[in-house]
């Protein structure tokens, strides 16, 4: 019995041991884990810099170079939305811590100015308790980086009617970098949620990936792991090709030749540093770990699956588009303005990634196509 079992799991089940299995583990371990745990350490120091940060000139410089260090292997943690960090109306054990670190696309600007206003930020407990209210990495972003004395919230709304927003003039900056530090706070925990939700002693998810179809596991099989995996990676498909790319480029969902407010980085325009991290996330996931490390990852299951071409193809576009999108000259609003076809040619690159993300590697692999992905005829 045990020998009819296929090393290389090409069942419908994948098999539960063999070498699907040690690729499932080593994600987990050497690449997913490592990165969330990186991401704690970094949202802990934005916090500190955040509460040590002052409205004079220079006195949110640190502030913002933590942001930027958070944002880093954040980026690349959003490519990897599986367990307790996705959404639990579509995730197989879906926490949506995500959605408490970093809501983009999603973020009430009026709400923020508002709470700005009213300073209802004084309790992180609280503020974490509101309704819809602004949380996270993006808020964060708009409080620390704007510069506009502006708000967002229409001329009707009561802080600009009563003239109250006018009247704190003096107060914003401080009252922004006070609103951002409590926010910081509340990321920093749910970074310590996420670790600790994967760690042995807590919540062990990785045991979901180290030893799937237990008793009482998420997934029931070494191939649902993996397929929860590539269901992540089809971030880089919708958010970062569609959304980062597409709409800013006026490809999808623009009603005009360009939509620069679709970029995602609108105030410290990091977007194209976003884009890579995304890109190198991919590359982590797909090789087992960055290039020239002998690590086991998709690229080793389609080698076993007779696919060695495939296998380098992908490995090939996915080198390809990270150069095409460093290739970019200046911040995404300025490639706009300037030469669109910069971005053009990245979002180009990529569409070559998702293309054999959505056929090859899922034909030969036998992984599901995630519902979002279902009836994409890019």
């Known amino acids: 019995m045990v020998s009819c ?74 490519m990897m939305q599986l367990g307790p960090s996705g959404s639990s109306l579509t995730v197989m054990g879906g926490q949506d811590l995500r959605a408490r670190i970093y809501s983009w696309p999603n973020l009430n600007l009026c709400l923020v100015d508002q709470q700005t206003v009213e300073e209802g930020y004084d309790d992180p407990d609280a503020l974490q308790a509101v309704v819809g209210g602004p949380l996270g990495l993006w808020a964060i972003e708009y409080l620390l980086f704007n510069e506009s004395a502006a708000n967002n919230c229409s001329p009707l709304n009561t802080i600009n009617q009563d003239g109250i927003w006018d009247a704190m003039a003096d107060m914003t900056p401080q009252r922004r970098l006070d609103y951002a530090a409590a926010l910081s706070t509340l990321v920093r925990r749910r970074a310590d949620d996420l670790v600790a939700a994967w760690a042995p002693s807590g919540g062990n998810y990785i045991a979901e990936l180290t030893d799937p179809g237990r008793s009482g596991a998420v997934y029931g099989t070494v191939q649902e792991g993996l397929n929860a995996v590539s269901d992540a990676m089809f971030y880089l498909d919708k958010e970062t090709k569609d959304m980062k790319l597409g709409e800013p480029l006026g490809i999808i969902n623009c009603a005009t030749a360009t939509c620069p407010e679709s970029i995602e980085s609108q105030w410290a ?47 090939q576009a996915i080198a390809d588009a990270i150069a095409a999108t460093e290739a970019i000259s200046g911040t995404f609003f300025e490639a706009l303005e300037q030469d669109p076809t910069q971005m053009e040619a990245a979002h180009s690159a990529i569409r070559q990634i998702t293309d054999l993300l959505k056929t090859d590697l899922l034909s030969i692999l036998d992984l599901e196509q995630p519902d979002r992905a279902a009836g994409d005829n890019d």
């Open 5 to 78: 079992s296929s090393d290389s799991g090409s069942g419908g089940n994948g098999g539960d041991s063999g070498l699907r299995g040690e690729v499932l583990a080593s994600l987990g371990q050497n690449v997913i884990v490592p990165l969330q745990e990186r991401f704690a350490a970094r949202a802990a120091a934005l916090e500190t810099a955040l509460v040590q940060a002052t409205p004079e000139p220079g006195g949110r410089d640190a502030a913002q170079e933590a942001w930027r260090q958070a944002m880093q292997p954040w980026q690349e943690l959003e």
């Open 269 to 315: 325009t990091r977007s194209k540093q976003h884009v890579v991290a995304n890109l190198r996330a991919f590359q982590a996931l797909f090789l087992g770990s960055s290039p020239g490390t002998d690590a086991l990852g998709f690229d080793d299951l389609l080698i076993d699956m007779g696919a060695p071409d495939v296998a380098a193809d992908m490995a």
